[in-house]
């Protein structure tokens, strides 16, 4: 498909916070420009877009695969990804004098074509309010602001989830993925796994959610999910058996996260989720299970727990889609910056 | 004004430590040249001049708007400003083995086209030794070295001012600036104002310089702005009175900085400087004080202490130049980099 | 000597783990490059080699000259050198569940062109630990691996010093080199020394190793440059004598490093090695001891302990090489990234 300068400006100016604020024929063309800049990787019609531009990427949160492949993004682009921590930015918060966000993303907006911001459970008081601060900084800043993870979603990771799986897959549509919950000692982020239950059944994709009894995912995603599974002429369904969930799945998605009782009294309990999680060591994606599948292909937002949310063997198999995947969030956020904060 | 290329070889070169260091001349000069960037922000004549060039940021504080703005504008001109962190540089120090001075800026002068050093009043055992400190790199760098703030000078804060100023009021000569002592939580450094206190009247502006019996600036820098104010016909005095002090301004600076006791026994007492400057709540900038002035300019360095040193309603209203201010830091560090390290 | 087409591509994809690894060809190759970088160092048929690529530093240790060299180096060559430091990458370990190196290592190809690492003694458990992590990097990664110093070698210091001592001292063969082992409050890293020791005789040079009783290197290191010497027609001596071993050399190497008992129970004890080393005053390089030698050249490749591995007057004097041979660092990085990870 052919993208328009029409189209270009219709992105142009868009903050992406979740994909589920975005229709699918926005998040096509952001995968159409993906696909292209996958095939020509450098020297493309894009390589310019960031010239002499600023993004900048805060950090909540430290951060392995999003900090490089932003990074990497913007220095395709001809642009440059300034690596910020709001630790060192004097902050307003409830206890301390600092600056505010609006005194913040205002001025923000005068340096840097664009901002990132990653913020997991562990840097806030309760769900949701990672969700908030982005949607603060969206309010004042005059230029996008892009989730790069945060406590409900994980926008880019979702898109790149879908690019893979295309790649390999084809069309999605009427395939079933097995979302599958891993145990581990990581205490995991929800916003990985939201994602791409929220995303995936717009792309026709039927759903198997398994998990143990006590680790509901949100309750609004989950029905925003199913909904999305019936609009799309795809099946929902919920498991809380380790096993049988893996029949007939054309695709595994497994790992670990917390339970709905992560935060007391304001703070993450992750040492007691941990010990919670790891009791529960008969789910693992195993090879033995994924003989129930059709031959499924493995899918993972990385950095793996080997050993816990799935086998060795399994992640490093042929039908592993994990390192493709991980290619993938460069394409996509290339693409991104490139739409929706280019030149 | 056209610049030539005589008057840039004329600037190529040469440190800034506080703009009291150059003529009025030449800080015209980079002036003039960011008003140029501002008009054309990209793609302009100097949109390459750092290309390939590296410029290293020294943090011995961590920063906000310097350090976001430096590596801006490093990238702007095709440049990139390497981030610094002299803690993970082992140098000498009075108690420690490591490397000295000399050996770090002959070396760094081989790397780079310049060099910005931020050091505060924390990081330093008595007020001055951290313009000694920029003064020693100077001494043994064969490229400029920039002040992006020390103990007691922030000539990039200052020129922001003035552009700043310039763009809303126009030539400023005969305009009353009010440099206002602000209450407030954070024990704030000198080198914004006392750099503003020696700008200002030689751009031709009156000073009111008023704060509580006790919060006395460097007597050196009140002698020299009362010098510069003689010498450009304008007028200077001190006031102690919260209130009177706004009569008849155009313009009004309010912040917060230390006593001159801040010291004792080679330490920096921050907490007790808090404690002693909330006590004087009476001392803000407020919409009932202005009514005094002739419906004056807010301006403020950032990141602004809402609700000590300014309220809310005036720092985020249509009068304050904040943003406006923050943005110039961009265009006069870009001017400078050019202009100094430029190819 | 011109570099066809057909010997660039010979390097490219190369891993540099240590000297030993290239032949004397491929080595010179780098050095002729190098060369050609430092007579012309922007605006060269090198310097877009890197456009749009981004080179990831690892830094397990903090390091000065080699961030700086580095980065410097990829920017010079249009790329970008990304910043990392692994504690922030969850990295499997013995105690912690995390990222193996194999998925580390393989995402980073997808991202990189090349990927450097730093890991030095006080980051392992036993010497060797760290060769043996940068070859679990190699073996996984899809792109150039390349040693920012670690604990047993450090090959862009070596290829740096050889083209230092080449720049001032023409070709080196038959000139003597002392090796000499400086008393210092640092306890520093064998790399540096064991890489000189392995590749200045086979530039030619013969070999004076000198340090007290109980700071034998590597066994390995000093047979292996003892053979070196004797295919390349130089002599090898080992001495224990503070003084005399300065007897007719052509070039002073002065620098600290600890005995082979730096390890107990899986820590370095650093602090112990220090008071060990600190007793050894009388090991210090100056200007008395210089005379015995041919108006020796003097080398380090810094930061200098001053006062302790040498004197003042040397260090800064007429005959040292420090300075240079730092600023040689970038040109030989510059020719290295270009030379194996260059479009």
Redo the contacts between chains.
Sequence with gaps: MLITEEKRSALHGKDLITTQDWNREELDQVLAVASELQRNR?DNRW?RSL????F?MFFYN????T???F??AA??????A???EPK???L?TANT????I???A???S???CGIGIRILEDQIGYYGAGDELLREYARWSEVPIVSMAHDKYHPCQGLADIMGIQNHMGDPKGKTLLLYWGH???ARSWCSVQEALLLYPRYGMNVVLAHPEGYDLDPAVVAASRQYAKENGASFQISHDPVECFADVDLVYARNWMSPQAYRNGELQKSEEIQKALAHSEWICDAAKLKRGNDPFFIHP?????G?EVTDEI??GPKSL??DV??CR?HVQKALLALTMG?
């Design positions: 450098y390589s010239l002499n531009r600023t900048f430290p951060s392995v695969r900090r490089q492949s990074e990497c220095t395709e682009l001809s642009g440059h300034q690596f910020l060192a930015m004097r307003k004098a600092g600056e505010t609006e005194d913040a205002r001025v923000m005068r340096y840097a581990g000692a990581l990385m950095p793996v727990d080997r816990h992640a490093s994990i390192i991980a290619e460069l030149n």
